[in-house]
């Protein structure tokens, strides 16, 4: 990868003896070096996000909620889950008014360290056995705190790659962030295996599950620290300032740009829908209804993931020759014609379930792998930073947030079929924004 463009440097960057201004001897930065640290942050941060997800499964249902029964108490570990989602938002608000006042190093800092602090906490929650229902409100806390967190760990660095991709290369460009996703989701789902097949029942549910929320505080420890040096470093400051790649105000983002912010929180959602139905949803369904150890299927889930990581880079190549808008749309396509018959599959056995799995998530990749490129790029350059991140908060929620409730709801009252429902609505909404995207650029 090459040298992205960069501002000249004033005199004010040289030192006060004249020398070469600050990271002159590194030379400019690269898209190789700002791939890599995106990578990092999106890894660290979906990491995180797994680790919940699978404990919300495993764990939280009989260790919050042991008055209800199996499928009850998972709802309700569910219905907690999605606080986070609902949370985002806001953090976003806060934390771009932080971001304008004191910068986005300080934003991230505070951003990341709330979320590994409401994290490592979640790790030493007593369960409803020692605390009653005092402990399912600290447990929704903490999943407040972490959501809150996660709308402030936008630093700007996909958007930063995407305005230094070459003309034929966007879609490749676009896709590498998204490959946090999975990265995330293998090491999470191969930790939890380790853990499941090595200790008693009894002793991961008091115990065992704690220690994958340790290993997240420590992750985003060190992601905090790699993370701090690329956002930090002169030449990425120079790189903000060139392109006017800085955070406006939340509101004045929606006055002007509230059609895209629309179009682009729904543009993902066959994507962003069938994220939750290949990672948590079955994990849950398996768990709940089958006699199979967790143990077996984290791993095929594991395996699967590796196929979405390899979907996600096929999705950067398909995207650069037949556009990112047709990718997308034809994911979508292809999402919805999956939602018609492929959940019936968890129910079918071993290989009804890698079939699904394995499916699932080679879609998912495809369209996941484009899904933060198609409608962005639409933003004035100094309106991306803060309408980016409005979209992706806003597509999470609707897309993904509630995805893992709804399925297994329907799924537990009408059949695995019944699921599919949720997964169309979504593709139908990517089908529908896309088409909107395109007839608003017509007569903009």
Do not use: C
Not at 252 to 257: M, V
């Amino acid at each position: 990868m090459t040298a992205l463009p960069i501002a000249p440097q004033t005199a004010s960057a040289q030192d006060a003896h004249g020398g070469a201004p600050h990271g002159g001897a590194h030379g400019p930065v690269t898209s190789g070096e700002l791939a890599i640290g995106v990578i990092i942050g999106r890894t660290s941060e979906f990491f995180d996000f797994f680790v919940y997800a699978i404990a919300s499964v495993l764990v939280f249902p009989k260790f919050f909620f042991p008055e209800f029964d199996p499928l009850t108490g998972t709802l309700w570990s569910f219905a907690i889950f999605a606080l986070a989602f609902l949370a985002r938002p806001f953090g976003t608000v806060a934390f771009t008014a932080l971001d304008r006042l004191y910068g986005r190093t300080t934003k991230l800092t505070v951003a990341l360290f709330l979320l590994g602090g409401s994290t490592a906490a979640i790790a030493f929650l007593p369960g409803h056995a020692t605390l009653g229902n005092d402990a399912v409100w600290l447990l929704a806390l903490l999943r407040l705190g972490q959501g809150f967190a996660q709308g402030g760990t936008w630093e700007g660095l996909p958007s930063l790659l995407a305005l230094g991709a070459p003309e034929n290369r966007r879609g490749w460009y676009a896709m590498i962030p998204q490959l946090g996703a999975p990265l995330g989701l293998i090491v999470a789902s191969l930790l939890f295996a380790f853990f499941t097949a090595s200790l008693p029942a009894a002793d991961f549910l008091e115990w065992g599950w704690r220690f994958p929320f340790f290993v997240a505080f420590a992750i985003n420890v060190v992601a905090l620290f790699a993370r701090l040096q690329m956002v930090g470093s002169h030449d990425v400051e120079e790189l903000f300032a060139s392109t006017a790649l800085q955070p406006e105000p939340v509101l004045a983002t929606l006055r002007a740009e509230w059609r895209t912010v629309v179009i682009g929180a729904f543009a993902p959602l066959a994507s962003f829908a069938l994220f939750h139905m290949v990672t948590v949803f079955p994990l849950s369904w398996v768990f709940l209804f089958t006699s199979e150890e967790p143990t077996r299927f984290l791993v095929i889930e594991a395996a699967s993931g590796a196929l979405g990581v390899a979907a996600i880079v096929a999705s950067g190549l398909l995207a650069d020759r037949f556009g990112r808008r047709t990718v997308l749309a034809g994911s979508a396509a292809a999402i919805a014609a999956f939602s018609g018959f492929a959940p019936q599959f968890l129910g079918l056995g071993e290989a009804g379930q890698i079939a699904f799995m394995t499916t699932g998530f080679i879609l998912l990749g495809l369209g996941f792998g484009q899904a933060s490129g198609s409608v962005s790029s639409s933003f004035p350059i100094h309106r991306r930073y803060t309408g980016s991140a409005l979209t992706s908060d806003l597509a999470w929620l609707f897309g993904a947030g509630f995805a893992p409730l709804v399925a297994l709801w329907l799924s537990a009252s009408f059949g695995l079929i019944a699921s599919g429902g949720y997964l169309l609505s979504g593709a139908l909404a990517t089908l529908l924004a896309l088409w909107l995207n395109r007839e608003l650029g017509r007569t903009g």
